[in-house]
């Protein structure tokens, strides 16, 4: 830290002043410098902090700082994956903030300090976020590491991340001053918050069955679901839960809300919020089976249109629509331009993705073949992917930019298909 200019906590007043929610995410993707975000869980958060910012909402984000970030993906000859730390420099991008607070994990206190972001947008609005940090001499060897890797270590370290984004997070925000009415869960990974919530609202001994006034809880909390597979939720065992968390909250009331097997963090969100959602119509439909009893509303994912289009696209709608990047809802009308402004650009977005693909693989791609990209997860169910480029007569080359895993192997023998 020597060197290192701090965010004076005077220099939050403007945002203490105004931002009355909080939005909690693992991960977040702000800029390609910042590797705080692992796939479309994090772009999302990221999308939504620069829409916030254009809106001018009164909005505090909370992550990770992951300074070993998630992976640096390499394949070698054969076309297998290859994975190691994908490390950024906070200093470079962010500056830590004059405030520590301690959580209890193991029986010990670990030491959490904030390192902040403003992100800016075009219209001079501006929202910070605020990256969770346990690499500090007051901190254990081992307990320095918890925020090191996103999504990192063993079941006990993930359990710790849980608690510092979700307790830390929650207990961070009240420090520094801030007056939160309203916090939004994105995914289940910080759904420790509601038990820091919970413990606020204690009721007197005697008053009701339940120690605690949910309800309180539930008109705060905001969670949105992504996954539609149930291996996929973060579940930890009341063992280890007990080893980790300590009595920080009486073992009955965590399973009345969390399960009585495990303690299951998208069914504590779940329990916990007044306000649940999806991300599509079909993903609301489907969590709906995976959760009967529970109301879950659609939000279609969106994307911050001005962050994901290409120059000259941009410069074609910027020409025809000049309020396009603040109201994306005029992109309605792109259906009038020509066939021929659009083909161009097209082109030209081509021409840049061919050379792309050509600086970063050194493989040449065809601008005159159609280019099939895939910028999705592999799992096992995208298999058909393997032989989408076979369809008879018709040619077709595949530009992928994402992480594969799954069972073991697999991602191999995909990787290599796709390859070949």
Known sequence: MTGVKAFSTSSLEPFLQRSRIAYFSMEIALR??????????????????????????????VTLLSRAGYVHQDLDKQGRQLTQPNPWQPEDWTQ????????????????????????????????PVLLLDTDLEQNSPQDRHITDHLYGGDEANRLKQEIVLGIGGARILQALGFQISKYHLNEGHAA?????????FRRSKGVKASLYDDEQVRERCIFTTHTPVEAAFDKFSYALVSRVLGD???????????????????????????????????????????????????????????????????????????????????????????????WNAHQDAKRDLTALVKARCDTSLSADVPILGFARRMWNTNDRLCSSATWSGFRLSCAGARFSWCSPGWPTRVTSRVLL
């Open 248 to 342: 920080y909250i009486e073992l009955d009331e965590l399973k009345r809300h969390a399960g009585d097997d495990h303690l299951n963090m998208t069914r504590l969100a779940l329990n916990l919020s007044g306000y649940v959602n999806g991300v599509s119509e079909r993903h609301a439909q489907t969590a709906s089976g995976m959760f009967p009893g529970y109301d879950v509303r659609a939000v279609t994912n969106g994307v911050h249109a001005p962050t994901w289009t290409h120059v000259s696209f941009a410069r074609l709608f910027h020409e025809s629509f000049p309020q396009w990047a603040h109201d994306p809802e005029v992109l309605r009308r792109a259906e009038r331009l020509s066939d021929d402004v659009v």
């Open 192 to 200: 420790l918050l509601t038990v820091y919530l919970l413990r606020q």
């Open 96 to 127: 830590p903030v004059n405030v520590m607070i301690a959580v209890r994990a193991e029986g010990r206190d670990v030491w959490i300090r904030p390192w902040i972001y403003l992100l800016n947008c075009p219209l001079g609005h501006c929202v």
């Open 32 to 61: 390609p410098e910042i590797h705080t975000y692992s796939g479309g869980l994090g772009v999302l958060a990221g999308d939504t902090a620069r829409s916030c910012a254009d809106f001018s909402l009164p909005i505090v984000f």
